[in-house]
């Protein structure tokens, strides 16, 4: 699919009165993986299909609904044990790990990419499953967010998480606003964030941190920072003509709030146009 189809059918999805997740999620594949086909897209929403009908039958035969205990329970041991997805330290080192399809295919990414899964799995059953982005960690939430509830942790298998290990994940107190179910675009902001976190990391892979940013910036709410990391990363690519046209927009766009620092960011701009004599 062409970079112009791309982001266009991501900006129609993010601005969609439903944002699908995993349509976005799925655009990111198409943007970041040249191989990515239409194939490969019903693969991948195959795969989920088939994890679904495993956890479902994992369930309890009772008949009743299940409690948040044994709907975590049968995600843990079919996502976690039997079918191996999980984290490792050295998968913040890839790419592929912010990438659905490649998470599905090697079993491992990032904490926010497994709790797609999750909540992908939990969709296609009618699972009460969310999730939840914890400050620093992305986990899932199971049950009913503002009732009996409880959180599991897709990085490590889907282990449950108790209020002290909340805590230790983030770093110190949970705020309640951060149990809240993390709605689509937010958790796809996160994953572009990822990418960009990743790139910006590796000189070489400016043109990753370009097209990453470039579709946060289609999202509805996105920071306004982020007009100046683009401009920043066309610079960076050699495209001095547009960076500083960029750096003179942003700089308009703080003026009335940081008039000291769109002066800074105008100097940029001029010191950038001066590469082109």
Known sequence: MEETAVRLRFAAEARSERPDLAALCLLVCT????AFDEKARQDTLRGLDRLADRVGARLPSSGGEPTPQEWAAAFADVLGTRCGLHGRASDYERLE????????????????????????VGRRLGAPVYGVAL?????????DPHGRYVLADP?????????????RLAGGPVPPRALEPAAPLDVIGRV??????????RPEQTAVGL?????????????ARL??????????RGDFL??????????????AVDPEAAGKIRHQARATRALLN
């Open 192 to 201: 572009l964030g990822s990418i960009r976190t990743w790139a910006a990391a």
């Open 211 to 223: 097209w990453a940013t470039d579709l946060a910036l289609l999202l509805p709410r996105h920071p």
């Open 227 to 236: 007009r100046l990391e683009r401009a920043q990363l066309l610079v960076q």
């Open 242 to 255: 547009a960076g500083a046209d960029g750096l003179d927009a942003y700089a308009e766009l703080i003026e």
């Open 31 to 34: 943007r970041a993986d040249p």
């Open 97 to 120: 790990s912010s990438l659905l399809h490649a998470v599905l295919r090697r079993r491992r990414g990032l904490p926010i990419l497994l709790s797609v899964v999750w909540t992908e």
């Open 135 to 143: 400050p620093g960690h992305f986990v899932v939430g199971v049950g």
């Open 155 to 167: 990085f490590h298998g889907g282990v449950p998480v108790s209020g002290d290990d909340a805590e």
